[in-house]
């Protein structure tokens, strides 16, 4: 499938907002539709101005998914360490299923981890019932790290996984 990956342009926030709001309810991983998190899920704006928000487009760009990479030193962080980069709220349309989307974006970020200073691991936190997302994880070289799965709010377990960017070839 020929992707573009790239920053976000302000015209696709809205967009990439209701791709990521969307895809998480349409997965069952929120309380319907009046859940608190379906706000930050839709905040493209805010990410974009805050960290790094990467969007994937076919051949015609159409927005399909998108993803936040958060460098050391940006407010998107939740897990990372002070040399790690960490990514959140990836995210496939229906129609960008199963054509390698979602690799392509967690590629990208792993490049831009790979390029920045003093970088050592990408991290993420993910829902264990995202078993799609754990198969891309596990074959690009990411390595569970449940010492550090942590719940944001009681009863919601995040797992967590860790990527030495040593290790990728």
Same mark, same amino acid.
């Given at each position: ?10 015209? #696709? ?13 349409? =997965?069952? &991983?929120?309380?319907? *539709? ?13 990410? @974009?101005?805050? @960290? #790094? ?7 015609? !760009? ?9 460098? *050391? !030193? ?7 360490? *002070? ?9 496939? @349309? ?6 390698? %989307? !979602?690799?392509?974006? %967690?590629?990208?970020?792993? #490049? ?9 691991? &990408? %991290? ?24 550090? =799965? ?12 860790? &990527? *030495? ?5």
């Amino acid at each position: 499938m020929d992707l573009t990956i790239r920053v976000a342009e302000p015209a #696709e926030y809205g967009v990439l907002g209701e791709i990521v709001a969307e895809a998480y309810l349409g =997965d069952g &991983l929120l309380d319907g *539709p009046q859940d608190p998190y379906l706000r930050k899920l839709r905040a493209v704006e805010q990410r @974009a101005a805050e @960290a #790094e928000t990467l969007v994937a487009l076919d051949a015609d !760009g159409v927005v399909l998914g998108g993803v936040t990479y958060a460098a *050391p !030193g940006t407010p998107w962080r939740d897990i990372a360490g *002070p040399d790690e980069a960490e990514f959140r709220m990836l995210a496939v @349309a229906r129609e960008g299923r199963g054509r390698g %989307v !979602g690799e392509a974006l %967690v590629r990208a970020c792993i #490049e831009r981890a790979r390029s920045a200073e003093g970088v050592r691991a &990408l %991290v993420l936190s993910t829902q264990p019932a995202m078993l799609s997302a754990h198969r891309i994880y596990r074959r690009l070289g990411f390595l569970r790290t449940p010492e550090r =799965d942590w719940e944001p709010v009681p009863g919601l377990r995040l797992m967590t996984f860790r &990527l *030495p960017l040593e290790a990728v070839s």
